[in-house]
């Protein structure tokens, strides 16, 4: 059975949006084309033990949001 599909706009703005504020400097979070260009930076940071974004003082993302961003980059970062 193949994994569920996911999507930048229904699984992945939304919840990085939150952050975007603090990332501006950056990256445009709310961006898909800036988010898909970092993703192979992005997820070790998020994934990480301890998790090196979101930075302090907010909390870690869910491990069910790092298996969704993980299955997304798999899927070839769909929009």
């Given at each position: 059975?193949?994994?569920?599909?996911?999507?930048?706009?229904a699984?992945?703005?939304d919840?990085?949006?939150?952050?975007?504020?603090?990332?501006?400097?950056?990256?445009?979070?709310?961006?898909?084309?800036?988010?898909?260009?970092?993703?192979?930076?992005?997820?070790?940071?998020?994934?990480?033990?301890?998790?090196?974004?979101?930075?302090?003082?907010?909390?870690?993302?869910?491990?069910?949001?790092?298996?969704?961003?993980?299955?997304?980059?798999?899927?070839?970062?769909?929009?």
């Amino acid at each position: 059975m193949a994994p569920a599909p996911v999507s930048f706009a229904a699984d992945i703005r939304d919840v990085l949006f939150v952050y975007r504020d603090q990332m501006i400097w950056r990256l445009d979070l709310a961006k898909y084309e800036e988010v898909k260009a970092n993703a192979g930076i992005i997820l070790p940071m998020i994934s990480s033990a301890p998790p090196q974004m979101p930075p302090p003082p907010f909390p870690g993302f869910s491990q069910e949001f790092i298996g969704t961003f993980a299955a997304w980059v798999d899927q070839g970062c769909p929009p």
